[in-house]
């Protein structure tokens, strides 16, 4: 069969497209391994061009979204306010006597204070509402972004909460803007550290993560303990660490207690107490201290 | 800069923005218990384009979607690239000049968000980003994407098809008018 001019160049452009594919597929495999040994956070230049960009997204087209369909939610929630009211009515009967409860214990701590020359207490803190202006589950980092960030006195290393519990702590923050890395990623750089209050006993451990499979944080016990109590409630113990944390945040439940064969390590799983389907307002937390 | 190329850059700013504002809304759980969604909107409408781009603009025209894309949404700035430049080629190389059929794109796109799902996935687990088993992994994330993406490539499809982006198709001389 005699080769025309056409069928060479057809074979070799055939060849040199089975080329180019192996070399893309292999590139793709190279760079993957290669990804192993260098860090895959953003430079700060990248975070900084995709955060403002996130921002101007949210302030020109979410947050009136938001707005339109919040007016929607809002008047539905009108309907059921003569019930709630009626609620609220039977309890505010009891907060009277809890407010007066809280007013002296408050003016005991002042004297405390006052007698042992302590301004402030490892539990105290302030908090900073912000909104969540980026919140991408599908990107694997389990990263959200606030509209909050130095300007608006914001750290790196404060606590994050929702109403509910602790969600993570600021991993990085622009002038504009925070990025806070939530306690479920399962590759946290820095540890937490907590107390469990287990009945009369205060035991203590640090969170090293999120086990995604059984869908609890994983804390790595320090001291020792024989029973647990049911539900033992975690907070943070504000110890250690970058010492941005205050005490008694509440993080969660505890749920399962698990010792290494070895014997070394005791295992405790958490089911955390904030609500992570839905992330729109959260407080950034700001530990009151003798530096302010 | 090529008008052509600025306008089909503009069509996937506008569905990157969708995709994004689609993520906001969707419902998402950070514990990786439920479902997740990801809409492909730009990755669809990338998919159709590139069927129909001219040679010469058809890799800045990838590199700048991956480039976009990966500093904007993603977390891992080459790969991202990296895959659309690989579907402008492997697009280019098994399509036919002319216009996608409805269930040829279907598929190609089909393919092309199978193949981006499992390869950052499998770039997030050599990572250690993730430790979600494949199997999880598969029903709550991968197979309930696909499904919600061939929901919306009906309407990418609909609109890429009537509002007729790239115009005319000049059969005789191979590139559009």
Not at chain 1, 256 to 272: E, F, I, Q
Not at chain 2, 138 to 158: A, E, H, K, Q
């Amino acid at each position: 069969m005699i080769k025309t001019r056409g069928d060479i160049l057809n074979n070799r452009r055939k060849k040199r497209n089975k080329r180019i594919l192996i070399s893309c597929i292999v590139a793709v495999f190279v760079f993957s391994f290669f990804s192993l040994f260098i860090s895959r956070n953003q430079t700060k230049i990248e975070k900084m061009f995709s955060n403002s960009i996130a921002v101007v997204e949210y302030y020109l087209i979410k947050k009136p979204i938001s707005f339109v369909g919040d007016l929607f939610s809002e008047y539905n929630a009108l309907k059921d306010v003569y019930q709630e009211n009626k609620i609220l009515k039977e309890k505010l009967n009891s907060y009277a006597s809890v407010e007066a409860n809280t007013d002296v214990l408050s003016s005991e701590i002042k004297k405390l204070k006052d007698l042992t020359k302590i301004n402030y207490l490892p539990s105290e803190y302030k908090t900073k509402t912000a909104g969540v202006v980026t919140r991408d589950a599908s990107n694997w980092n389990n990263e959200i972004l606030l509209d909050v960030g130095s300007m608006g006195n914001v750290e790196e290393g404060m606590v994050v909460c929702d109403s509910q519990g602790m969600i993570g702590t600021i991993s990085s923050v622009t002038e504009i803007s925070a990025t806070v890395s939530l306690l479920t990623t399962q590759n946290p750089t820095k540890q937490v550290p907590v107390m469990i209050l287990n009945g009369n006993d205060t035991l203590y451990g640090l969170m090293d993560g999120y086990d995604v499979n059984r869908g609890y944080l994983s804390i790595t016990l320090l001291s020792d303990v024989e029973k647990l109590e049911k539900n033992a409630k975690v907070y943070t113990s504000g110890l250690g660490g970058d010492g941005m944390s205050p005490k008694g945040i509440y993080i969660g439940t505890s749920k399962k207690l698990s010792v290494k064969s070895d014997g070394t390590t005791t295992k405790l799983y958490v089911k955390p107490a904030a609500n992570f389907n839905d992330l729109s307002y959260v407080a950034v937390v700001k530990k009151v201290n003798s530096h302010e | 800069m090529n008008k052509r190329l600025v306008r089909y850059l503009l069509i996937i700013l506008v569905c990157f923005i969708c995709d994004d504002l689609l993520k906001y809304y969707l419902p998402q759980s950070f514990l990786n218990k439920g479902i997740t969604i990801i809409p492909y909107l730009g990755l669809i409408m990338f998919t159709l384009l590139n069927n129909t781009i001219d040679e010469d603009m058809r890799y800045p025209f990838a590199l700048i979607c991956g480039g976009f894309y990966s500093l904007i949404y993603g977390n891992s700035l080459l790969m991202y690239m990296l895959l659309f430049v690989v579907f402008a080629f492997v697009g280019r190389l098994y399509t036919k000049k002319s216009k996608f059929t409805y269930f040829e794109a279907l598929l190609f796109v089909v393919l092309t968000i199978f193949t981006q799902e499992v390869v950052i996935y499998w770039l997030m687990w050599m990572t250690k980003v993730t430790k979600l088993f494949i199997v999880t992994y598969m029903l709550n994330r991968l197979l309930p994407t696909v499904i919600f993406n061939i929901v919306g490539y009906n309407l990418v499809y609909y609109i890429h098809d009537k509002l007729k982006i790239e115009g005319d198709n000049n059969v005789y001389f191979g590139k559009r008018s």
